[in-house]
């Protein structure tokens, strides 16, 4: 009977941690694209007001930021200074596409990140701190669309981790 017991407590308390867990993961998600926001803003100033150059611009940012973002700036400026010659987008594509699997960034999510990659180095200063601030504006509305949802699937997958449990529960009764 005890061991019933600790059985039945078991299973609840893990389909509760997983309706957690996938309650949270839009919140990751969120979190993933505030930093993203973060190093958009920092290449914006190394660009506008430091006239960096676009390896050490990523150099710097890479510092900044959080892994996993720091890791996707922080290949592009390993592969920018390991090759001679090549395209920057390239550069970008494998960069972001290499490390963006650690996040919990969603292929629309990675789409603009991509999309923002195909003008990085190709306009001039004005041309790509307007590029970045299109960027961050994007960002920010997908951070508040995301802030909504959150809510609701926060409140909907915990309940869903609780009531899966006691189902459970109840048909090994």
């Known amino acids: 009977m005890v061991l019933k017991f600790v059985g039945f407590l078991l299973v609840l308390a893990s389909t509760t941690l997983i309706g957690i867990y996938l309650g949270s993961k839009e919140s990751f998600r969120a979190m993933d694209l505030k930093e993203f926001k973060k190093a958009l803003i920092i290449l914006k100033s190394e660009i506008e007001y430091l006239n960096s150059p676009l390896l050490e ?3 710097n940012i890479s510092v900044k930021v959080e892994p996993p973002v720091s890791q996707v700036f922080m290949g592009m400026s390993k592969k920018m200074f390991c090759s001679e010659s090549g395209d920057i987008y390239t550069f970008w594509q494998d960069a972001v596409l290499g490390n963006t699997k650690k996040t919990y960034l969603k292929k ?3 789409g603009l990140i ?3 990659g195909k003008c990085l180095g190709h306009l001039d200063k004005n041309l790509q701190v ?4 299109f960027t961050i504006e994007q960002i920010e509305e997908r951070v508040a669309v995301l802030n909504i949802e959150s809510a609701k699937s926060k409140k909907m997958y915990n309940s869903m981790g609780i009531l899966s449990g006691l189902l459970i529960c109840i048909i090994f009764i």
């Open 130 to 133: 307007n590029n970045i601030r």
């Open 57 to 59: 611009a990523m150099q």
């Open 114 to 116: 991509l999309d923002f």
């Open 108 to 110: 629309e999510d990675i």
